[in-house]
């Protein structure tokens, strides 16, 4: 009998330590609580652990003595994504999902079911099977037909098609929902999520590319698995700087810079303070005096430049500039939709809604509407002298 004899390489121990990590923060994640978000957070980690391993196994020509993962990759990306798009779901929606969800699991299922009997095989025998590539393959021959899910070109497919889902379920604004800070971290930790899932796919279909053109390289392989690592770690990065990331929530604290988190500003105060800066916008209108400075409006508010600062960036997700543009703007589009007012000069209507300065004006009216505010004005007035 042949002897394996074990060629681990720097790459394959750092993966090995990567499936150690991974398991790892499955146990923390599960155990911080047994809410869904944790659930589907620590499963898609385990699955990723022990595909991990499994392409490990392989690269040191262990999975002829240890068998018993045979068919884990294929199965792993039916589990993976819907996982990933629960998880993302669950987070995104508060915590809320309905039972009729689950049906993203149904390929996984019925592969599986596929597969089960092969798993009581013995370890030769197992063997056997993946070297005759027979994995996903039953006597039955209704149920064999379960075994298309695992051609490279339908996991493609497959794939291709949960990312437009991502794109949408991640890029996509809840109707109804106000865009606080709070949404805009909640964002931000999905976007992270998303990219960091997106390369691993994409290095996944990009191996299946290789085979096809007969260009098959090894680094490219081990691509895969670095995007595994990779999503391993920064999560696990995350957790460690933020530990509230693995309570199932997406606390504000998890993606503040490091100025705002020894604040002693509570959130009670944060409000209030939002509160009195709305009002006085809405009566005082001092954005309209183009020269209108943080301190200035700290003091309006009776608080100092940094708990501004910090109000404006937890509390609505803007800074300074972009919160008093947001007034100036929609002033200047009164102004441009107002008949009575198109005597006057573009230029001084924006002097008058408070920009200091042409240029600034005109960014921020195309950065808003993608017209020039010239241009703005006159469609507007045109259609409106159509429809008299």
Not at 33 to 54: H, P, T
Not at 243 to 258: H, T
Request: hydrophobic share 45%.
């Amino acid at each position: 009998m042949e002897t394996i004899n074990p060629s681990f390489d720097t790459w394959t121990s750092l993966f090995l330590i990567a499936v150690g990590q991974g398991l790892f923060l499955t146990l923390v994640i599960i155990l911080k609580g047994w809410r869904k978000a944790n659930i589907l957070l620590g499963a898609l980690f385990f699955v990723f652990s022990l595909m991990l391993l499994q392409y490990v196994l392989f690269w040191t020509n262990y999975v002829q003595v240890f068998p018993h993962f045979l068919g884990i990759v294929v199965l792993a990306m039916y589990l993976l994504t819907p996982l990933l798009y629960l998880y993302l779901k669950v987070v995104k929606n508060n915590g809320h999902l309905a039972a009729y969800n689950y049906v993203h699991f149904l390929p996984a299922l019925l592969l599986f079911t596929l597969l089960a009997p092969n798993l009581l095989l013995d370890a030769s025998a197992k063997a056997n099977l993946l070297q005759e590539g027979s994995v996903f393959y039953s006597d039955i021959p209704l149920l064999n037909q379960v075994g298309f899910l695992a051609l490279p070109k339908v996991q493609i497919v497959y794939q291709l098609v949960y990312q437009v889902f991502f794109i949408v379920l991640v890029f996509g604004q809840n109707r109804g929902v106000p865009s606080d800070q709070f949404v805009n971290i909640r964002n931000r930790w999905l976007r992270t999520l998303f990219f960091l899932y997106l390369g691993f796919i994409l290095s996944y279909i990009g191996y299946y590319v290789m085979i096809f053109t007969g260009n098959y390289k090894k680094n490219w392989d081990y691509l895969i698995s670095a995007f595994m690592c990779l999503f391993i770690y920064t999560v696990g990065w995350l957790g460690y700087r933020q530990p509230e990331i693995f309570e199932g929530q997406i606390l504000k604290n998890s993606f503040l810079s490091k100025k705002y988190r020894s604040s002693t500003l509570t959130p009670g105060a944060s409000k209030s303070i939002l509160k009195k800066l709305n009002q006085i916008m809405r009566d005082e209108k001092p954005f309209l005096d183009s020269g209108l400075r943080l301190d200035d409006l700290a003091d309006l508010v009776h608080c100092n430049r940094h708990q501004l600062s910090q109000v404006l960036n937890q509390e609505i997700g803007k800074n300074f500039p972009e919160y008093i543009n947001d007034f100036r703007f929609e002033t200047a589009r009164q102004f441009l939709l107002d008949p009575g007012q198109s005597h006057l000069p573009v230029r001084e209507i924006g002097y008058t809604a408070g920009f200091n300065n042409p240029t600034t004006f005109t960014k921020v009216f195309k950065e808003k509407t993608g017209f020039t505010p010239k241009a703005f004005q006159v469609q507007h007035l045109q259609e409106r002298a159509g429809k008299e």
